[in-house]
Structure formats: structure tokens, C-alpha cells
Antibody, heavy 118, light 110 residues
């Protein structure tokens, strides 16, 4: 079935970088945009940006400009989200989610907890 | 911060009808379709309603969506205990050139 499987939890120190992976299966990888969304503990959903797996073009929310990089590897059907210069406020569960055009985000990955602590 | 506003909580007894509002603006709900997501405790969000009022396959018909102007609503009729979850509205925002989520509503079944 169509699914996104993300990498495991990470613990990072302030100032470090983290790279989360999201492996797609069950559908044509290059046919659907993928979004990245994060959720801080006890908080709501926050959209981070979007990547077109076909050409690799990206669009990031202004808040993360300069700190986030979204990439993809078409040989392994895997997407990546790297966040640099981590601070404690970046502690959150990070999700990837496929966009079905005119339908919405479906499916979602299971989420990756990133903890930033000294 | 979220640009779509939802009430923080809603509740009802089993069998009751619960409605959740989502208030936006002309650049998001007023122009683009609204989606709703359900997030059960400890799990990833799941698409519940798309294109304002359409249900994906497998979503019970007691969930319904509507939209008028710059506001949208999600209704749950015949509330069940398994509906206890967080619900988020979402839409593309043309001014921000990004996808925006609502503040989220926690539904409690009394």
C-alpha cells in the first residue's frame, strides 16, 4: 500500500544539525509533492515546506529559510529534511506527508521525534 | 503561528452532534479548498475531509464538512468514544504561498 516510513528518533545538542528521512513506497515517487510538518510537544501542527520529488524544487516557510533543506533521492524513493543550527524550540515530532492534488495530505509518515537538549 | 482559528475544545456525550469552526481569510479559506485532519492520541494526523466537504474512502459518513465565505466547519454527528481526538483544519494560503493549519480543537466524549 502507499506509505511513508520515517527514520528513528534523534537527540541533538543545540547548534547541531539533524537529517530526517522519509522513504516512500507503493506509488510513483515523482508524481506527488511531499510536505514536511512539525508538531512541538503539546502544540499544533506547523507547516515547514514542500518539495517536488520530480525536479527537486522546494518552497520553505519564511520562518525556516536558511536553516532547512529538503532534498530527495529518486534512486531510493527517499526524501530528506535537514534542519541546522538547532535550538531547544526545535524539539518536536517531524512528519512527512504526501500531497494528493486537490485532496490534501495523505498518507503521512509515522513521525520522527527530534529532541534538542544540552 | 496559525492563521486559521479554531476553538481549543469541544465536547459532547455519545450520540450527540458536535461542530467545530475554522475561521480564516480571503487568502486561504476564501480562495482555496479546506481539508480537515484527525489526530488520535499518539498518532500521526489522518485526512478526514478534503475539498471542503468530501470524505476519503473509509471515513464514516457521520463526519461532514462545509464552507461559507472565509469560514469552514466540521460536524460530527452520532459522536462516538473513538472520535476523541484533535482536529485540524487546513488550506493553502495564497499570500503566504504555503499550507496553513488551524490552531486545533480537542474533542472530548463525556
Amino acid at each position: 500500500q502507499e506509505q511513508l516510513v520515517q527514520s528513528g528518533a534523534e537527540v541533538k545538542k543545540p547548534g547541531a544539525s539533524v537529517k530526517v528521512s522519509c522513504k516512500a513506497s507503493g506509488y510513483t515517487f515523482t508524481s506527488y509533492y511531499v510536505h514536511w510538518v512539525r508538531q512541538a510537544p503539546g502544540q499544533g501542527l506547523e507547516w515547514m515546506g514542500i518539495i517536488n520529488p520530480s525536479g527537486g524544487s522546494t518552497s520553505y516557510v519564511q520562518k525556516f529559510q536558511g536553516r532547512v533543506t529538503m532534498t530527495r533521492d529518486t534512486s531510493t524513493n527517499t526524501l530528506y529534511m535537514e534542519l541546522s543550527r538547532l535550538r531547544s524550540e526545535d524539539t518536536a515530532v517531524y512528519y512527512c506527508a504526501r500531497e494528493r492534488h486537490s485532496i490534501g495530505l495523505d498518507p503521512w509518515g509515522q513521525g520522527t521525534l527530534v529532541t534538542v537538549s544540552s | 503561528q496559525s492563521v486559521l482559528t479554531q476553538p481549543p475544545s469541544a465536547s459532547g456525550t455519545p450520540g450527540q452532534r458536535v461542530t467545530i469552526s475554522c475561521s480564516g481569510s480571503s487568502s486561504n479559506i476564501g480562495t482555496n479548498t479546506v481539508n480537515w485532519y484527525q489526530q488520535l492520541p499518539g498518532t500521526a494526523p489522518k485526512l478526514l475531509i478534503y475539498s471542503d466537504n468530501q470524505r476519503p474512502s473509509g471515513v464514516p459518513d457521520r463526519f461532514s464538512g462545509s464552507k461559507s465565505g472565509t469560514s469552514a466547519s466540521l460536524a460530527i454527528s452520532g459522536l462516538q468514544s473513538e472520535d476523541e481526538a484533535d482536529y485540524y483544519c487546513a488550506a493553502w494560503d495564497d499570500s503566504l504561498n504555503g499550507y496553513v493549519f488551524g490552531t486545533g480543537t480537542k474533542v472530548t466524549v463525556l
